[in-house]
Each structure stands twice: as C-alpha cells, then as structure tokens.
C-alpha cells in the first residue's frame, strides 16, 4: 500500500473530522472557562485528538464485522483487509497512552475524565448499541465529556461552569446522535443496530421524543446566561 493510502486508511480509522469536532468542543469549554494558556491549549487539542481517536478505532475494532454489513462503514479499512486487527490495536493503544499522559500534563481530573470517555464509550455504548436504544444514553456521557474536560483544564476541578458546560452537550446529544439515526434507519437496521427513541423505529413517537429533546435544549442553552 502507498503512504497515500496509507494515511488515507489512518485518517478512516481514527475519525479525523469527528475527533477534530470533538477537541474544537473541549477547546470552547477551556476558552469559556477563561482558559488562554497556549501550552495547555496545545495538550489539550493534541491529547484530546488521541484519546477520541483511540476511542474511535477500539470501535471500529469491536465492529468489524458489522460493519461490512452497512454502506456506511463497509468501506473503513479492517473489513477493506487495509488494516490488520493488530495493527489497529497498536494505533489504538498508542494514541491512548500518549493522548492520556499529555492529559495527565495539564491536571490529573483531565486525564480521568479522558480515559472515563474511552472507557464508558468503547466497553458500555458500543456493544449496547445492539441491545437497547438506551445506549444513546450512556453514549452521551462520554459525548458531552469534551466540554467540561476544557473547563476544568483551566480550572482543574469540576465547578458550575463545567457542569453546565456538560449537561448544555449531554442534552444535545440526544437529538444530534437521533436525527443520525432517523437518516440512516435502514442501514442501522442491517448492522443489527435499533437506535431511535421508540421500538417502532421511525415512528410518530420518535418523532415526537426528538422534537421535544431538541426544544429543552433552549433552556438548557441558556444557562450560562442566566448564571452569569
């Protein structure tokens, strides 16, 4: 295989626009918080990009089977043969060592919290996503996590402004991660994945939890505002 595809692979692998997202997340909690350190901001960004990235290739290991199952993921590079599974643990395994310590470098709760994500979202959500819809529950834990883990960058301990940063995230979650899953509902369906609020799939009940989730994040957005 050519560097270029090699990097190609490594770039499917760990989620390179979506671990990017996610430390554009954690760095708006760190600058909310009224964090401006360029040193802590450069672990921040380049730790949190490791651990989401490991968190997202331990996914695509445990899923390598289901995911030749669905268009969407049947071209991620271990069921496309470009990735042996040792491989992909080797990259996860790195990036989870090396993101966690230059956590660790900031304040201890931020290495904590990042290997809590990694934990909550590869060995809780990701096998429930078979099981029950209420894995988009538990997988909103480690989803709203980035946020807070900025604010307590530059504060390092949880305080009012980290939770609030937390439950504005966990709450958005919810309709974020449904509206996917509306979009997607079929493809879902032949990896064995029933994710929407309601056991009847699309259904008016969905609809309506989605609808209902998406309104309660106005006050929850507002809560900064409120407390000043």
Request: aromatic content about 14%; hydrophobic content about 55%; charged content about 10%.
């Amino acid at each position: 295989m050519s560097i270029g595809n090699k990097i190609k692979s490594y770039v499917a692998f760990t989620k390179f626009r979506l671990a990017s997202l996610v430390i554009i997340s954690a760095l708006s909690g760190y600058l909310f918080a009224g964090g401006s350190d360029g040193n802590t901001m450069v672990m921040l960004l380049v730790g949190g990009f490791l651990v989401t990235a490991a968190s997202n290739g331990a996914n695509q290991i445990w899923e390598r089977e289901l995911d030749k199952l669905m268009k969407r993921t049947e071209n991620r590079p271990i069921p496309q043969g470009d990735m042996s599974v040792r491989e992909a643990l080797t990259i996860v395994v790195l990036s989870l060592t090396v993101g966690l310590f230059m956590l660790y470098t900031i304040n201890l709760i931020s290495a904590v919290l990042g290997l809590f994500a990694f934990i909550m979202y590869v060995f809780m959500y990701t096998p429930m996503k078979r099981v029950t819809p209420w894995a988009v529950l538990v997988g909103a834990f480690p989803g709203a996590i980035p946020p807070m883990l900025g604010a307590i960058a530059h504060s390092g301990m949880f305080d009012l402004v980290a939770g609030v940063l937390f439950f504005v995230q966990f709450i958005w979650q919810f309709p974020h991660f449904w509206a996917i899953a509306w979009v997607i509902y079929d493809d879902y369906k032949a990896g064995g994945f029933a994710l929407l609020p309601s056991k009847q799939g699309k259904s008016k009940n969905s609809a309506y939890q989605i609808a209902l989730y998406s309104f309660l994040l106005i006050p929850f957005s507002l809560l900064p505002w409120l407390l000043g």
